[in-house]
């Protein structure tokens, strides 16, 4: 079943804009992740955020998590062109260890 | 760059033939993950493994295999390919559960079968 749904699934924006993604979750989680593909490759982990965290900074990432809401958010700042790529957030569920529910992306269009 | 290795990055082959997806980690990672990604689309857990002699079925049904023999190794094997099985294949390594579950993924596999 689908755990994680982000929106919008798409965005478009221009250089040195920022860019924000969110994603929302149905079940406890240990931790929520987001990680970055680029077109026709691999995923890449950015950022681990834990589920006692609420924000957290990585560079020009900004990630914030409402378990309340179940609920994560992705703020890229000043956005670059090299940036374009899709993003998904993956939960870490309690009750399912070391398996990772990935969310359905955003696809990210940075233009200059 | 992730020391995940996946060969061949494209495949393109007939229906009925069997074919074998390659997924090695240089990394000593126990746990290793077989996803299914249709283009734009969500990633699907197909298989994983938590060490050698190890495999469990993802989420996803799917009729293909997998073995673990090494902890470095985890084939992809489809014994008969069919059209419906056109995707991309991504395998995926970790060190372990929670905050050490973050992934490295190879580059992927893209499958046409005709």
């Known amino acids: 079943s689908q755990q994680g749904e982000e929106d919008p699934q798409a965005l478009s924006i221009q250089e040195g804009e920022n860019a924000t993604m969110n994603c929302s979750y149905k079940t406890s989680i240990n931790n929520l992740q987001w990680y970055r593909q680029n077109s026709g490759r691999g995923l890449v982990h950015l950022i681990l955020?834990?589920?006692?965290?609420r924000e957290k900074h990585s560079g020009r990432l900004r990630v914030t998590l409402d378990t309340s809401k179940k609920s994560s958010s992705l703020l890229i700042t000043a956005s670059r062109a090299a940036d374009t790529a899709s993003y998904f957030c993956a939960t870490d569920d309690t009750g399912t260890a070391s398996k990772l529910t990935f969310g359905t992306g955003t696809r990210l269009q940075v233009t200059l | 760059e992730a020391d995940i290795y996946q060969t061949p990055r494209y495949l393109v082959i007939g229906t009925g033939k069997k074919i074998t997806l390659e997924c090695s980690q240089t990394?000593?990672?126990?746990?290793m993950y077989w996803y299914q990604q249709d283009p734009g689309m969500e990633l699907h857990l197909i298989h994983y493994s938590y060490g050698v002699n190890s495999t469990e079925k993802g989420d996803l049904s799917s009729e293909s295999t997998v073995s673990r023999i090494r902890t470095e190794h985890f084939p992809l094997t489809l014994e008969s390919a069919r059209p419906s099985h056109t995707s991309q294949y991504l395998c995926a390594s970790s060190s372990g559960g929670g905050t050490k579950n973050i992934q490295y993924f190879g580059a992927g596999t893209r499958l046409s079968v005709l």
């Open positions: 990394m000593g990672h126990d746990k």
């Open positions: 955020i834990r589920s006692n965290e």
